[in-house]
């Protein structure tokens, strides 16, 4: 078991600092990938470490520590502010975030003390404490920066259904699954260490099972990074048009209120642009594309969504496809045809948003309807 242990340990800590090289040199989204790229970096130093333990190559660690460097206090961190510079409209690096990074330095100086000096003199007993609550703390940290993670991402999801009907291949899906695993097995190790009676690194099955999942997940993040489209900067580029100070259908539209007649004006255009040219049986129909079509800004027709028909831009639009939906479910040419292709033709591509939004408008699954319509 060492052996493969220490292979699969070896492999992956080349393999984490090439993807590591990578992003440093990818040229776009070059803040989120600096802070993956760190991820990346500590993860290979981490496996690398973890071969030359199992090889004999290097003492362990003491009793109470993880490792002498702290990784989950720099892999939390680290993968918290790539999910904020991927998703949030940041230019530039506040310095404030440089202090997510205390704990990491100040648990490094710590490991140090106590590895180079604890045989040299006694170490008082509350170093020995702050440095077991420091290491097994660690991955409490760690599991909440993913915990933050996906708040973040939950948001950028939010906003997304501001400015696109079709959000499917946006929303970072295996991210948020990532995160949410890694969060499960930061908690086994966690609670497999603490189960011994002191926090420990042992090379048994709760190891491998961490190792693998950090490398593997890993290498799937980095992947989709390198590969993943420059939608981001188009969502930014959009989201500058509506103020974001406030909440998203309240006071945050009443600066842009238009006079009373020509927002009448604008409603009854839009209704009747809707409905003649159908724009929603597009896929990828955004808000900039409706705005350019009825000659307004994206800020006041996202103003005109919220305030007259209480719905962002993802909702309003979809509104329009299960309501056309509906009118093929019950004429009878669409009779036999499957309700998948109806869909499709409505302008979804999608199966699974296209049944939750029609559970959301109709209250039934699409073939609960059908059969009522033919009971």
Known sequence: M??????????????????????????????????????MLFLAIDAFELYLGARGLMAAPRPYQLSV??????????????VVFLTARLQAFPKKYLLLYGPFAAALAVNMFVLFYGNTFPVPRAVIYVDMAINGGGL?????????????????????????????????????????????VVSLIFLSLVSD???????????????????????????????QPEIFNRVRLMERAVPHEETASGPRYEKLRLPAPEEESHVRKLR?????????????????????ELSLSTHHLSMILNIH?????????????????????LHPDFKNQNIL?????????SKSTFNTMFKKFTGKTPREYRADLFM
Request: net charge positive; hydrophobic share 50%; glycine share 6%.
């Open 2 to 39: 060492r052996e493969i242990f220490a292979t699969i340990c070896l492999a992956g800590s080349i393999q984490a600092f090439l993807l590591c090289v990578v992003l440093l040199v990818k040229k776009n989204n070059r803040r989120a990938n600096g802070f993956l790229s760190l991820v």
């Open 69 to 82: 460097i702290p990784y989950s206090l720099i892999f939390g961190p680290s993968m918290f502010l790539y």
């Open 140 to 184: 409490i940290f760690e599991a909440l920066f993913y915990a933050l993670s996906l708040v973040l991402l939950q948001k950028y999801i939010g906003r997304l259904k501001d400015y696109f009907s079709a959000i499917d291949a946006l929303k970072l899906s295996f991210l948020r699954v990532g995160l949410i695993f890694l969060i499960l």
């Open 197 to 227: 009676g002191y926090v420990r690194r042992q090379y048994k099955l709760p190891d491998v099972i961490a190792v693998l999942s950090s490398v593997g997940l890993g290498f799937g993040i980095a992947f989709l990074a390198m590969i």
């Open 272 to 292: 009747a642009y809707m409905t003649e040219h159908k724009p929603y049986l597009r896929e990828e129909l955004t808000l900039q594309d409706m705005a350019d």
């Open 309 to 329: 028909f209480k719905q962002n831009f993802y909702n309003f639009v979809n509104s329009y496809r299960i309501a056309d939906v509906k009118e093929k479910l």
């Open 341 to 349: 292709s109806i869909a499709y033709s409505a302008g979804f591509n």
